[in-house]
């Protein structure tokens, strides 16, 4: 597995973006995958997470209603939809792939490179 997201920005609060992680290995179909994100001088944080079928999906409660994360499993991609983008929503995501899909960072073995967001008020 190799992840590369993409789609990252500078956005007007309120604005959209939407994040890419694509496996260009095309071997991540069996694997959960889910988004984090890092703040300067914060922790990495869960942000959401997809089963490997889509079947299951699960959010932090910061970003419930206004993210939505999908995968295509024919284009091995994972997305990750940001509406209603707030100020606090700025930082470096990254895409994680890993057995399960659950909120914890050792949960997920392989890691992409991030993708700056940066939302202005």
């Known amino acids: 597995v190799q992840l590369q997201a993409s789609g990252g920005g500078l956005v007007q609060a309120e604005g959209s973006l939407k994040l890419s992680c694509a496996d260009s290995?095309?071997?991540?179909?069996?694997?959960?995958v889910a988004w984090f994100r890092q703040a300067p001088g914060k922790e990495r944080e869960f942000v959401a997470a997809?089963?490997?079928?889509?079947?299951?999906?699960n959010y932090a409660d910061s970003v419930k209603g206004r993210f939505t994360i999908s995968r295509d499993n024919a284009k091995n991609t994972v997305y990750l939809q940001m509406n209603s983008l707030k100020f606090e929503d700025t930082a470096v995501y990254y895409c994680?792939?890993?057995?399960?899909?659950?909120?914890?960072?050792?949960?997920?073995?392989?890691w992409g490179q991030g993708t700056q967001v940066t939302v202005s008020s």
């Open positions: 994680a792939a890993g057995l399960r899909s659950v909120p914890q960072l050792s949960g997920y073995r392989y």
């Open positions: 290995r095309r071997t991540f179909t069996n694997n959960a």
């Open positions: 997809i089963s490997w079928n889509g079947g299951i999906t």
